[in-house]
C-alpha cells in the first residue's frame, strides 16, 4: 500500500479507513497516475481560510484546499487540507449525509491531483461524474 495518512486537526469519524486507502490508490491507478504519498489533513473552518488567505490569497471559506507537492514527471505527492465545519455545511445544505459528502470531498482532492478540475462548468460537470464513480465503487462494490 502506498503512503497514505489521514491527520485530524479537527475530530472527525473516519470508519473503514484501510478500504478507503485502497480506493484511493486504486482511483490513482486506474487515472494512470503514479502515487508516492498522500496526507489528508481534517482541519476546521478559520485554519484552512488561513491557509487560503496565507497561500492563495483568497479571503473565503472552502471545503477543501489541494497542494500538488510533486516535481514535474514524478510520481504525486500531495497535502489535502479538509474543513470538517465546512463539509458538515455542505452536507446539511445539499442533504446528503455526513460521511458521503466528507468521502466525496476526500475524492475530489484526489482527483484534483489526477489532472481533474473544476473551474468551468464543463469541468465542474467531469469532476462530478468521477466523484461519482468513485463514490460508487467505494460504497457499492467495496473497492
Known amino acids: ?27 490513482f491507478k486506474a487515472e494512470k497516475r503514479p502515487l508516492e504519498s498522500l496526507n489528508y489533513v481534517f482541519t476546521s473552518d478559520e485554519e484552512l481560510l488561513t491557509i487560503n488567505q496565507q497561500y492563495l490569497k483568497h479571503d473565503y471559506y472552502t471545503d477543501i484546499i489541494t497542494f500538488d507537492l510533486a516535481a514535474k514527471g514524478l510520481p504525486t505527492q500531495g497535502d489535502i487540507y479538509i474543513s470538517v465545519d465546512r463539509v458538515k455545511d455542505n452536507a446539511r445544505q445539499l442533504g446528503q449525509p455526513f460521511y458521503k459528502e466528507l468521502h466525496r470531498v476526500i475524492f475530489h482532492g484526489a482527483l484534483h491531483l489526477c489532472g481533474y478540475g473544476d473551474k ?16 460508487h465503487l467505494y460504497f457499492t462494490k467495496g473497492i
Open 1 to 27: 500500500m502506498k503512503n497514505i495518512n489521514f491527520f485530524f486537526q479537527h475530530p472527525t469519524t473516519l470508519r473503514n479507513r484501510t478500504n478507503l486507502k485502497n480506493c484511493i490508490e486504486h482511483l
Open 120 to 135: 468551468t462548468p464543463k469541468e465542474e460537470k467531469k469532476m462530478r461524474e468521477m466523484e461519482d464513480k468513485y463514490l
